[in-house]
């Protein structure tokens, strides 16, 4: 049996929180100082990125997280954590497409100090390794984070796993290739097909077309103009507004981007969401116009143990526009499902 639950909130935290999050989806992976300020564009000067990987660190330190490198094999995993393992699940979230561990911020803000928090940067992102040639396919993407599971000593306990669009997909996915690990599951707006919709979405089309049209390398960073950003910020919000001062950096590789949106992955959760056996939820702004919320009830209908919660007035950044209400959702969730697994083991 799954659950609906449909929520109306305002949104008075878009304008704040825009150029914080902008700037994150903009962040140049695994590269050092020197190469990331050659590789910077900004609406008033390079010195702006600087500024903004500054508050990404003074924000971490008001919030008690603590960034931590691990290497595996050929990879080193960047990653934030806060509190210890205790009686409970810890939770591990994997950020969106583009995005980076930070964007889970403003959802951890009334998250407990004492829950073990996990934030990962995912491979191709952020601090984490990102590999010439590597495939970033939603199983080869479930499989490396497996790989930080186990180097992070996850793996000894069951965790909770919680992905917002791309990494929704992952996480999805995850849980279908190692239900052991993942005893709960948080799926925020995740991406991928569920219908069989012969057209692509404006979002997909437009990348696919800013790509090609840069001529370069299937690896090379793809550079975006602040125009361009405006128009992605259209697609992803439901009323977006845009920080003229935000800096615009070189956010995603054109093969990570293909990679994710090849038919072999767009399909992977739709066709394994019948596999996932955890508690899961399901939230979406039903104004999302980049994965149509309509996938919430395919999920639900295929996962037995789920609930789905509706987004009135939302877009697909819900951590963005609706930072608050999907952190009491993701908040509530987990404690429902910790006191359930407990009132079992009484039993």
Not at 16 to 35: E, G
Not at 174 to 183: I, N
Not at 219 to 232: D, G, P, R
Not at 325 to 330: I, K, M, N, P, Y
Request: charged share 20%.
């Amino acid at each position: 049996m799954w659950e609906w639950y449909l929520f109306s909130e305002p949104s008075p935290y878009l304008h704040k929180h825009l150029s914080f999050v902008a700037s994150s989806i903009h962040y140049t992976p695994s590269l050092d100082w020197k190469s990331f300020h050659s590789n910077v564009s900004c609406t008033k000067s390079s010195s702006a990125s600087y500024t903004v990987l500054h508050s990404f660190r003074t924000r971490r330190l008001s919030l008690g997280v603590k960034v931590k490198y691990l290497n595996s094999e050929d990879y080193q995993f960047r990653y934030f954590t806060r509190g210890k393992p205790g009686s409970r699940p810890s939770v591990l979230m994997l950020h969106g497409f583009s995005l980076n561990k930070d964007m889970w911020l403003n959802t951890i803000e009334i998250f407990p100090k004492d829950l073990h928090l996990v934030c990962l940067d995912l491979p191709g992102h952020g601090g984490t390794t990102r590999l010439l040639g590597e495939s970033h396919t939603a199983v080869v993407q479930a499989k490396r984070i497996h790989q930080f599971v186990q180097c992070a000593g996850l793996n000894h306990n069951p965790f909770h796993l919680v992905g917002m669009s791309m990494g929704g997909m992952v996480a999805g996915v995850y849980a279908t290739l190692y239900p052991a690990h993942a005893s709960s599951l948080a799926l925020l707006c995740p991406a991928g097909k569920y219908l069989d919709q012969v057209s692509e979405v404006e979002l997909f089309l437009w990348l696919k077309k800013l790509i090609l049209s840069k001529d370069s390398a299937e690896n090379a960073l793809v550079s975006v103009t602040k125009e361009q950003i405006e128009k992605f910020m259209k697609i992803c919000l439901y009323q977006p507004k845009w920080n003229e001062t935000s800096p615009i950096l070189l956010p995603f590789t054109g093969k990570g981007f293909l990679d994710l949106t090849s038919s072999e992955s767009r399909y992977s959760l739709h066709d394994k969401m019948r596999k996932i056996k955890a508690p899961t939820q399901i939230i979406w702004g039903k104004e999302d116009k980049v994965f149509d919320s309509s996938g919430a009830a395919i999920l639900a209908a295929a996962i037995p143990n789920s609930q789905v919660h509706l987004l009135e007035k939302c877009g697909h950044f819900i951590t963005l526009e609706r930072p608050r209400t999907s952190a009491r959702l993701l908040l509530e969730f987990y404690k429902s499902v910790c006191d359930s697994a407990e009132q079992k083991k009484v039993a």
